[in-house]
């Protein structure tokens, strides 16, 4: 079994605080039995995500994570690795929100990661049944993690 995350850091904000990150979403990879596969997270500002969020998905505000997701069209496959796309996540928010839940910065930067990893695989919480299912799948992750609220 291959799992390549690949966590990119923008150059303009650094964020040192997520050793844990990727097996936290390797947990969910292997609970959602995904190997061969890679996407990339990218941790931002404020400022970048809204410009994303503008651009993208013609919302001009700022949110906390956005996923763009590869495999909209079917599986696309490099190498027989699963090319399952990209997740944004603004640090600045996370922070913000961490605080305001009262959660540590790890519970919240894990969350949104899991959660944009989820949309990158095509969960989305649209519906109410959808959103059951999703936020129900991000606690059990969560929890295989042991990164409680």
Known sequence: MVILIDIT???EYKYKDYDYLIDVLKLGLKRLN??????EIT???NDFIQKINRE???IDRVT???????EDNGKIMYNKIRLLGEIYISIPKMQEQAKA?????KRELSFLAVHGMLHLLGYDHIQKEDEE???NLQELILNDANIPK
């Open 9 to 11: 850091i923008n150059e």
């Open 34 to 39: 995904i190997d061969n596969a890679t996407f």
């Open 56 to 58: 993208y998905r013609h």
């Open 64 to 70: 906390d994570v956005i996923s763009f997701a590869f």
């Open 101 to 105: 839940y009262g959660h540590s910065e």
């Open 43 to 45: 941790f931002c500002d």
């Open 133 to 135: 299912v999703m936020f």
